[in-house]
């Protein structure tokens, strides 16, 4: 359980602690649209090479860390949330995006949050491992305005989190999956997701015995 305050109000959810106030809202949002038990949130799974396949998780660095996602009888649904205000200048063929604000004085260029999903839809494809359509969310914050939108790939959206309802609600009538279809892929992600403190306690493990073998040699 953490707490959170949101528009002022101090409200305690069952999501991780590490949350972003932008992601708390985002969930917030997904639960008036979807069931609370269809979404997922602070999701780590194995990176999936595109050459060698999943990697073998050793470090954080072998896995990818999903904001939020949801599981629907409309499709999967990969959230990434970017809590950035100002204008925003985003192209889906571009490697970089741009963030503008302070009345056009401060410009920042920022990695594609597109790019950075097409790992994530990568794992989770890997991980419920059947073909349902998977829609890939970039979800900006309510202080953000889009000022150009280009090129995003098919099955890609991009849209402030004052868009997200009206959005969502929209994709989620069309239906694709029965309740058995999503509680089997909701029990996939749920075997596929893997806890990155343990990772962590593993990793420091390693080190440790590996500079005891190292003192004792």
Same mark, same amino acid.
């Given at each position: ?13 069952? !999501?991780?602690?590490?949350? =972003?106030?932008? %992601? ?6 997904? #639960? ?6 269809r979404?997922?949130?602070d ?14 998780? @050793? ?15 409309? /499709?999967?649904? @990969? ?6 205000i /100002? ?11 741009t963030?503008?604000?302070? !009345? ?6 920022f ?19 059947? #073909?349902?359509?998977? !829609?890939?969310? @970039?979800?900006? /914050?309510?202080?953000? =305005?889009?000022? @150009? ?5 098919? #099955?890609?959206i991009?849209? =402030? ?6 959005? =969502?609600?929209?994709?989620?009538q ?8 999503? %509680? #089997? ?12 403190? /343990? ?19």
């Open positions: 359980m953490a707490e959170y305050k949101i528009r002022g109000t101090k409200v305690v959810t069952p !999501y991780p602690a590490q949350l =972003t106030p932008g %992601e708390v809202r985002l969930i917030f949002g997904l #639960e008036k649209i979807f069931l609370a038990e979404i997922f949130a999701c780590y799974f194995p990176k999936v090479d595109p050459k060698l396949g999943v990697r073998r998780v @050793v470090t954080k660095a072998d896995l990818v860390q999903i904001d939020c996602m949801v599981v629907d009888d409309s /499709g999967v649904y @990969v959230f990434e949330s970017k809590d950035y /100002g204008w925003i200048y985003a192209h889906g063929k571009r490697v970089h995006w963030q503008v604000s302070g !009345y056009g004085k401060n410009k920042h260029q990695y594609s949050p597109v790019r950075q999903n097409e790992s994530h839809i990568a794992a989770v494809r890997t991980v419920i491992g059947k #073909e349902v359509p998977i !829609y890939s969310v @970039v979800v900006f /914050g309510r202080e953000a =305005t889009l000022k @150009v939108v280009e090129d995003l790939p098919e #099955e890609c991009v849209c =402030t989190q004052a868009e997200i309802r009206n959005i =969502t609600s929209r994709m989620s069309e239906k694709c999956l029965d309740t058995a279809q999503v %509680e #089997e892929l909701r029990q996939a992600v749920r075997r596929g997701l893997v806890n990155p403190d /343990g990772v962590v306690r593993t990793e420091h493990i390693e080190e440790v015995q590996e500079i005891a073998g190292e003192g004792g040699n």
